[in-house]
């Protein structure tokens, strides 16, 4: 399933998501060379969060726990990227306009360090590098499907069918499938655990529930979901 975009207007213009995709970009321009191979693999290594590094089970090559930040900003090849921040977009710029644009920025790296930390619960000696934005996107889900859950999402089943479903279909779907994946790999060698970090999703999400109320701004999602539109000075003071 893959979402083309949501019939839930805002308030506020989503600079803050907007930067973020920008962050995104810049990033795999400089650090992963666009991913050329070689410069794609150190980014990776340097950059990305390595469980055993975190936990103290291996020598520590990379940033160590810094990377639960940095890894936000790396991604694994284009599909990943693009994928990544079409989500972000359809999604973020409803949760940011929810709340006004800095504590959406602090909401984004609270729920992506959250994913980063649940991934590292479940593999803790795993060697392998996790990069991606998709734990934060996974809390700005869970905050959407809990604060806006009728709203319509229209989304492409490829290669033909379109479909325009609830949001709680589209993510309660999405968010089973993770907890499934995850689910099904336990027990399993962290070598045939496969290339997605399913647990980080699952945390992000579960992080998205749980925060989304410290960080809101009730009189702008109650407008949003009456579909009324506040006054410009009334909005003013709620941008950040």
């Given at each position: 399933m893959i979402p083309i975009n949501d019939e839930n207007p805002t308030e506020l213009t989503p600079w803050m998501t907007v930067l973020l995709i920008i962050a995104n970009l810049v990033s795999w321009y400089l650090f992963q060379g666009l991913g050329e191979m070689q410069r794609?693999?150190?980014?990776?290594y340097v950059f990305g969060t390595v469980p055993c590094e975190v936990?103290?089970?291996?020598?520590?090559?990379g940033l160590g726990a810094e990377a639960l930040l940095t890894?936000?900003?790396?991604?694994?090849g284009w599909g990943h990227l693009l994928g990544n921040m079409l989500f972000l977009w359809v999604f973020g710029n409803n949760i940011e306009d929810s709340m006004?644009?800095?504590r959406f920025l602090l909401f984004?790296?609270?729920?992506?360090i959250a994913a980063g930390l649940a991934h590292i619960w479940f593999s803790p000696l795993s060697n392998v590098p996790a990069v991606g934005a998709s734990g934060a996107i996974s809390g700005i889900m869970g905050a959407y499907i809990l604060l806006y859950p009728r709203a319509r999402v229209r989304t492409w089943f490829p290669p033909f069918?379109?479909?325009?479903l609830p949001a709680?279909?589209?993510?309660?779907?999405?968010?089973?499938l993770q907890l499934f994946g995850g689910l099904s790999s336990l027990g399993l060698p962290e070598t045939q655990q496969g290339g997605v970090a399913v647990w980080a999703h699952v945390g992000g999400f579960v992080a998205g529930l749980l925060l989304i109320k410290a960080f809101d701004r009730p009189r702008?999602?109650?407008a949003k979901r009456n579909h009324v539109q506040l006054r410009r000075d009334e909005v003013a003071p709620l941008r950040w």
């Open positions: 794609l693999e150190a980014s990776v936990t103290s089970a291996c020598p520590v090559q890894s936000m900003f790396m991604h694994g006004g644009h800095l984004y790296l609270a729920t992506g069918f379109f479909f325009r709680v279909v589209f993510l309660g779907v999405w968010f089973a702008l999602v109650q």
